[in-house]
């Protein structure tokens, strides 16, 4: 599949300018179709452009915005996606969004990925825009090198929905939504910053498995092109 390198001086002005994408392709799903959707990522890197995009004039009364990936962690947990969505980007023009959470508050993973899986549906498929993240060892969403349920994750047979992952870089049990659901998002982004990821986009670029670098799966197999946001 395609990937598109998008390259920015700096990481406020990738922020600005993947907001203004991001917005612009969230106004034309809700001007054809009465609604649109977003899945982001979690992690260190969105901050500036959750910020940004919450600025934006968007009918936000008419969108749908959703994780990617989550721990299993209360939102109040400071390692929460949710925490850092809700202090960043559900606020501001984006307050009336709506928001669909994957973390449940009951007593195993399992039962969570079921629910959230149950809850989602009704966003519908594909996504608008999906927003992934890459961490320095390859993964995404929560596809992680190791993973419990891993291959399961990446395999395109299996139904769109949230599954759990465990694995030793992840710390918590995770929550992810399946390379199905992901794959075939209107606007599939991939956004990274800093010669660190850079270089590990490089490493994931070359031949190699996909299990030792999950992200593959994504640069090789997606469906949508990949559209690349990286600052240094
Ligand atoms: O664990 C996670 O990490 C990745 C990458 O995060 P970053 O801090 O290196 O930007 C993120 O995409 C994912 O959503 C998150 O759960």
Do not use: C
Request: charge should be negative; hydrophobic fraction near 45%; aromatic fraction near 6%.
């Amino acid at each position: 599949m395609t990937a598109n390198m998008n390259a920015f001086a700096n990481g406020a002005e990738l922020a600005g300018k993947l907001a203004d994408k991001v917005a612009e392709t969230l106004s034309a799903a809700i001007a054809a179709r009465g609604s649109a959707s977003i899945a982001v990522s979690g992690g260190s890197t969105p901050k500036a452009f959750f910020q940004a995009l919450s600025s934006r004039s968007i009918d936000w009364g008419k969108m749908t915005i959703t994780l990617v990936d989550e721990r299993f962690v209360p939102a109040d947990n400071p390692r929460s996606n949710h925490l850092l969505v809700q202090e960043n980007l559900l606020k501001d023009k984006a307050a009336s969004a709506q928001f669909f959470p994957l973390y449940q508050a009951v007593a195993s993973v399992e039962e969570a990925a079921i629910i959230a899986t149950e809850k989602t549906k009704s966003i519908g498929f594909p996504f608008d825009v999906a927003i992934l993240g890459m961490g320095n060892d390859g993964h995404t969403a929560s596809f992680f090198p190791g993973g419990s349920n891993l291959a399961t994750a990446l395999d395109p047979k299996t139904p769109r929905g949230i599954i759990t992952m465990e694995a030793e870089g992840a710390g918590e049990p995770r929550l992810t939504f399946t390379f199905s659901s992901l794959q075939d998002a209107r606007l599939l982004v991939l956004h990274i910053e800093g010669e660190g990821k850079k270089e590990v986009l490089a490493k994931a670029e070359a031949p190699g498995d996909e299990t030792e670098m999950p992200i593959r799966a994504v640069l090789r197999r997606a469906a949508s092109p990949v559209e690349i946001y990286w600052a240094p």
